[in-house]
């Protein structure tokens, strides 16, 4: 529960909304106030939605409830809630992309096929014609500059996965082939480590700053050259966001026989071997890297209860961690120094709490790990690019696949709290649900998310070590059961790579409907 502070000049307000519910300026009032702060945007909406609804289009601050209102919306995961704003933004303001990237990202994340199409096309087109029209006039080659928004600089898995995509898709002539500018240094990322991985091996597909200098003589002259890297347009003219589009490049990817394009320098497997070695694992072993999101690392969003049910319990993976260990591997849990320490175990080391975390040591595990058991987070976009297979559970929100063929998933059911009955895959793929993510928005219809069991962990991860030496089982049966899941798990037809858990779709084959 969010304790709110009232300031003086607010209080009035307050009081003429215990006397009149619609007053204008009071609801415009209070909306403004908390809707300035993560932390209360939860709290905004109605105030919000009753001066809007008086349709004051001629009041000089209407244009920036709106957008604040539309923004408000997004970040607490109401994305089909927030189409109408957005809209009505670029009804009036049809050149401001920000409401049209915006009004892509809502339309994806809500699950409205044809708009999400049609609306991302136009971003990718628009961003497009910029730079071709800005070439013209500097009589240069079409030069664009990768969008260096915060998150690609302060996670690392948005910098590992958008660099990897935009790079992949280069290279396979799926998107026009510009000048990309990365306006980027290394002190400006989460993680240095990756960044120099990035540079060494991508440098002849993006071009990265030799220092401040040249990266803002670069922002100066190419203003009106920037390219979001969230978009794409696929060989049927379809815009698609990144997510989908991956899943089309990585199936182009693999079907060609290419390795991956970010490899990990010779120098850090020498140096992270031996520190391995020093805390009890035999230079020759395999390892395999456990990463469950807690409640520490984003503790300041926990308010809307965005991260609620992205997070799991790590009390679930424990049978996981012995099957890895009754095969001979060792067990290294990564992650923050927020979450809960791990009992002692033989054959496991708790590096998420330890005292010799480095930026290096994070890449080299995540690099070098025989596959990585993980939520969908930052961690799991390094390993994808580094080409290491992928056991996605507690998978969370349902509908947007891991990329490759080499991995294994189960997701987190969707089940009615009146009845106890699941929802169908085809109920969570589309709009209202697909686009529900804070916990309140799915009490609020009545939904709970439940967490994967031990034993669906359990026996995913013991199928991955199967398909790694070679020895998978798959009847008649299961093949069936991952075509109909993949057909109805897919709205945006570009079709799934990777699979779903043999035991897991047994079980809850109900879903399919």
Sequence with gaps: ?????????????????????????????????????????PHSTEFFERALAQNRSDDPDHKDMLQAYAEVLIFIGEFEKAIKPLRVLLASYQTDMKYLVHLAFASFRSG?????????????????????????????????????????????????????LYAKAKVLGLTPQVKALLPILKDEVVN?????????????????????????????????????????VDAGKRGLDMNHFFVLV???????????????????????????????MPEDAWFVCFHARSGGYHADLLAGNLTHYRNSNIEGYMPAMEAVRDRGGWVVRIGDSSMPPLPEMEGVIDYAVSDWREDW?????????????CVPSGPC?????????????????FGDWQYSSRDIMIFKPYRRSDD?????????????VRGLLAKNAFDARGIEVIENSPDDIRATVVE???????????????????????????????????????????NHSAVLG
């Design 112 to 164: 409205h096929v044809e708009m999400a199409f049609d609306v991302a096309k136009k971003v990718v087109d628009r961003f497009f014609v910029s730079a071709k029209e800005e070439a013209e006039l500097l009589g240069e080659p079409i030069t664009q500059i990768l969008a260096p928004d915060n998150i690609m600089q302060s996670r690392l898995g948005e910098l590992a996965v958008k660099l990897d």
């Design 250 to 280: 990585q199936r182009k990817w693999e079907e060609s026989g290419r390795e991956p394009l970010l490899k990990l320098p010779d120098k850090y497997d020498a140096a992270g071997r031996e520190l391995l070695a020093k805390h009890g």
């Design 464 to 506: 991955m070590m199967d398909k790694c030496d070679g020895r998978s089982d798959y009847s008649a049966e299961d093949d069936d059961l991952q075509q109909r899941f993949k057909a109805l798990a897919d709205p945006f037809d570009v079709g799934v790579n990777s699979r779903f858990g043999r035991d897991f779709l047994r």
């Design 420 to 432: 106890g009955s699941y929802l169908t895959v085809s109920e969570m793929v589309g709009p209202p």
């Design 361 to 373: 040591i994070d890449v080299f595990l995540l690099a070098r790990s025989r596959f990585l058991v």
């Design 381 to 397: 976009a390094v390993a994808q690019a580094f080409g290491v297979p992928i056991v996605g559970v507690n998978w969370f929100p």
């Design 1 to 41: 529960m969010v304790t709110i502070d009232i300031p003086a000049e607010i209080a009035p307000y307050i009081q003429r909304l215990q006397a009149d519910p619609n007053d204008y300026a009071a609801n415009k009032a209070v909306a403004s106030f908390l809707g300035s702060k993560q932390e209360t945007f």
């Design 192 to 232: 240095g480590c990756l960044y120099e991985c990035l540079k060494d091996c991508l440098s002849d597909l993006i071009t990265f700053p030799s220092g401040p200098e040249e990266r803002d003589a670069w922002i100066a002259k190419y203003d009106r050259s920037l390219v979001r890297t969230d978009y794409f």
